[in-house]
Nanobody, 120 residues
């Protein structure tokens, strides 16, 4: 019903930048919140940042000032600009949306993840 395609991950040196994108498609009537989560090896998945349909944002404390989340409602796409990357930012980054699909109640939908590796 819903497809989320993430892109932009890769290998970057400490202090570098990456921009992640996540495009949603399918029988989407409306999208409420969009967000990014990450899961490092051996750790639980954790919140990185979220953004509402109105543009209100929320960040995990460790990302404040370094990461910026944004969205393009016309394209059903959410972005994560990551600056000053650190080795501890290494993880698989997942996109999540809360969406109303035609004929269904609102639900969470997850992407398959994109790997970000921060290493020299």
């Amino acid at each position: 019903q819903v497809q989320l395609v993430e892109s932009g991950g890769g290998l970057v040196q400490p202090g570098g930048s990456l921009r992640l994108s996540c495009a949603a498609s399918g029988r989407i009537f409306s999208i409420n919140a969009m967000g990014w989560y990450r899961q490092a090896p051996g750790k639980q998945r954790e919140l990185v940042a979220t953004i509402t349909s109105g543009g209100s944002t929320n960040y995990a404390d460790s990302e404040k000032g370094r990461f910026t989340i944004s969205r393009d409602n016309a394209k059903n796409t959410v972005y994560l600009q990551m600056n000053s990357l650190k080795p501890e930012d290494t993880a698989v980054y997942y996109c999540k949306i809360v969406a109303w699909i035609v004929g269904h109640a609102p639900a969470d939908y997850w992407g398959k993840g994109t790997l970000v590796t921060v290493s020299s």
